[in-house]
Nanobody, 123 residues
Framework: VQLQASGGGSVQTGCSLRRTCAAS????????MGWFRQAPEKEREFVSV????????YYPDSVKGRFTSSRDNGKNTVYLQMDRMTPDDTAVYYC?????????????????WGQGTLVTVSS
């Protein structure tokens, strides 16, 4: 499975960005896809996850109400709409898929990781 993310970049405080992550590979099948991020000198942080079958979404308090995840099952693609961004959102963002069986979806325990993309929010 390969994950191809796009949509990173630099924005100013209060602006928006939309990330896309498309999965490819023979027999791709996943319970969930999501996003993690890692800011300089900080641990990797859970950003969002969406259950592929139901579309249920989960977010930490740090982004709840500002970030919205959606998916297109037919395209094996997940989207992350990031609104009202702040400098605290500056980080390298990673798309993930195929959670390790039995593990929490909120921990960075996924079998597939996309290449990280830097998102910078300036004040």
């Amino acid at each position: 499975v390969q994950l191809q993310a796009s949509g990173g970049g630099s924005v100013q405080t209060g602006c928006s960005l939309r990330r896309t992550c498309a999965a490819s590979g023979r027999d791709f099948n996943t319970l969930a896809m999501g996003w993690f991020r890692q800011a300089p000198e900080k641990e990797r942080e859970f950003v969002s996850v969406i259950a592929f079958s139901t579309g249920s979404t989960y977010y930490p308090d740090s982004v709840k109400g500002r970030f919205t995840s959606s998916r297109d099952n037919g395209k094996n693609t997940v989207y992350l709409q990031m609104d009202r961004m702040t400098p605290d959102d500056t980080a390298v963002y990673y798309c993930v898929a195929d959670p390790v069986p039995g593990g929490s979806w909120f921990l960075p325990r996924y079998n597939s990781w996309g290449q990280g993309t830097l998102v910078t929010v300036s004040s």
